[in-house]
């Protein structure tokens, strides 16, 4: 499983957990520092309800058993400095589905999401998976420029609405095969 093999590759070094009311306290500060994400993909601040509602959001036609939700912590610690949102087997049983990638904005800009990213692709290859889909949203030229240095190639387009407002989402993806 994908995420019993992140646990392990990141077990020196970092605590991962799934992220629960238990902990929402803890993680919702690394969303809460990313203001230029939030303010290009909804009109209002992120909440403590916004993240208890993405823990369980899903996909059409999976089940929370394919959903990983978590949290990275600083090792014996509980300051969290990553969010990561995966969903296995969506929209094909092929595919590693990743809802985002959030460092607490302090850390950003040091090679630690592109780090993660290519660890779970990697993982991803080894658990016989063959790419890795996720979407961006136009107005987030900051993590659309990021997906395309890491590998994704926009796969299609479509509209989304948020808050009473359409924005552009770009559908990405990264093959991968396990050369990492």
Known sequence: MLLDDLKQKYANKYTISPVSGENIDL???VLESNKYFYSRTQDHPVTKEDLASDIDALPPNTTLSQKH???FFEKDSTDCFAVLDIVEGYPDSKTVYLGFVMLESSIQNKGLGGSITNTLCALAAQNGFSRIELGCFEENE???KFWLRMGFSVIR?????????SYRLFSMEKRIDGSF
């Open 27 to 29: 993680v919702f500060p």
């Open 69 to 71: 939700f978590i949290a």
């Open 142 to 144: 900051i993590g659309y």
């Open 157 to 165: 387009t479509s509209e989304r609405e948020v808050d009473g407002k």
